[in-house]
């Protein structure tokens, strides 16, 4: 079965057009890499791209998208509003098929040192790959910005795992690591109380004691007039959609408020799919070889 | 994205080894096509081979395959169980991704033309395929047997649709055509009443009123004392797995039997289950496209 691994880079360059053109184009040209999306936000500045490909592939293409990054951005005359620190900020690897979490992890590091070697681009690891409990979130690594990068670094909690001791004049520092694919998820309730999608929300998030791999928040929808409960799941494979849902449906019908519907943001690895058919219709010893499709890459 | 087509063409040999092994050569020599699976039976004398691929490369398979079948297979000397008109007995088409009921259809005509044409095997188009409504049951079409088909073939309503007017001394005839992937599907009960599962299946099962594309019986699993209803679902578009599961937990509560468990024989399109996720999360507004597995081969 060929190995698929994910990777979201995202670069500090969403205004103008000509180079996110040069860094797809980059990314178009490697061979065994596919491009599956391209996201530009003027306010960001920034751009996410979406790629997949095994190992060798997306090392080729994020070494690519940095020749074009280092020569192109220039992070001193560079504002927006998201945080960033370098010209390709973030890559993450993501497992999806026939490749684990540590091959990811090890996918990270061969890039980033081949990175900081070729580039000069001092590199962090995060999430899955961090070498440190404080390096594992991305927000943390990245607190102070471009901005604040020599200050941080002379501190020796900040020195980079690959590459020099100081960022890189014009394209700053880069962050990599793995992990798993993030579902952005969204409950509709059959009310426009939105103190009720709050009351959800605060039930089922992590951090006011709900599900270990769910963010969650209560928000109207203006438009339709309808309360949500608004997700990211950030393991699916831990914390189930399929729990989640249940769950909200639950704690709606505690309000006597109904589920009216809920809705898949992006992208979504067919196994979180699979895994809700398999609990809902009580599925017996079920192997994902049984997938027609599966089985298709399988045998190729 | 690549056009996937599964063909699962059943071959009149079950019990010599080396004839077996010469018509899976055939079939994995090809290229474009991939062999899934490969089932035989020596009770039955036959073999049934799973493969994919799309329209040029499925033809050049069963042209391969009765290359090797009316060389090597005799029905005069054949014996066997199941009921058998050819050396390669039946070919049905089944569109999965990127294809179409239609494209199915014209492949199978245009396959029995070249197989007629090249053996001299006279073919007979089934299913979505079949050119008169008597011809759609491959039950009808097989009555009989080869040993009955040179009287058959006289019968004007029995004129082959491609080929010679009479069976291939050895070789027989052949059906083709085109129909939806089967899904073999069994939901198992709580109790060891077999009465309750008959009665469910009879419930459920189009030929006795129940829903149009399900074949239904009750049985016991004797080892684990478990009642089950056995489901054949002949079009999972049309009629749902979800529906049909959820039918039977309820016909089920009515006799006080709770379900404690499904199970999907064999291989499984995986439309038929995103399609149970998509109905139990009461996704809105979902498409294909994203999912990613999905996603990636469109962008190939």
Request: aromatic letters at 6%.
């Amino acid at each position: 079965m060929p190995r698929i691994i994910e990777s979201v880079p995202n670069l500090s360059e969403g205004r103008r057009p000509e180079v996110v053109a040069a860094a797809v184009d980059a990314l178009r040209r490697t061979p065994g890499v596919r491009l599956l999306d391209v996201q530009s936000d003027k306010d960001h500045n920034r751009s996410v791209l979406t790629l997949v490909g095994d190992e060798a592939a997306l090392k080729a293409a994020i070494l690519a998208l940095f020749e074009v990054a280092t020569q192109k951005i220039d992070l001193r005359t560079h504002t927006g509003e998201h945080p960033r620190l370098g010209a390709v900020d973030v890559v993450p690897f993501i497992p999806i098929e026939g490749a684990s979490m540590k091959d990811c992890v090890a996918l990270a590091r061969d890039v980033g040192a081949a990175v900081a070697e070729r580039f000069g681009v001092p590199v962090f690891l995060y999430e899955e790959a961090a070498s440190a409990g404080h390096r594992r979130n991305l927000e943390d690594v990245r607190r102070g910005q471009f901005e604040g990068l020599v200050e941080k670094m002379k501190d020796p909690a900040w020195a980079p795992d690959f590459g020099p001791p100081a960022p890189h004049p014009s394209a700053g520092a880069a962050v990599m690591g793995a992990r798993m694919p993030l579902i952005a998820y969204n409950v509709n309730l059959g009310t426009s109380d939105v103190q009720v999608a709050k009351k959800i929300a605060k039930g089922i998030r992590h951090s006011s004691g709900g599900f270990r791999f769910v963010k969650a928040m209560g928000l109207l929808l203006e438009e339709r007039g309808v309360a949500q409960v608004s997700i990211n799941m950030t393991d699916f494979k831990k914390t189930p959609l399929f729990r989640v849902f249940e769950t909200v449906k639950n704690e709606a019908e505690r309000y006597g408020v109904s589920v009216v519907g809920s809705e898949i943001v992006g992208l979504v690895p067919s196994e979180a799919l699979l895994d809700a058919a398999e609990h809902f219709l009580r599925l017996e010893s079920f192997r994902p070889s049984q997938v027609l499709e599966r089985k298709i890459r399988e045998v190729e």
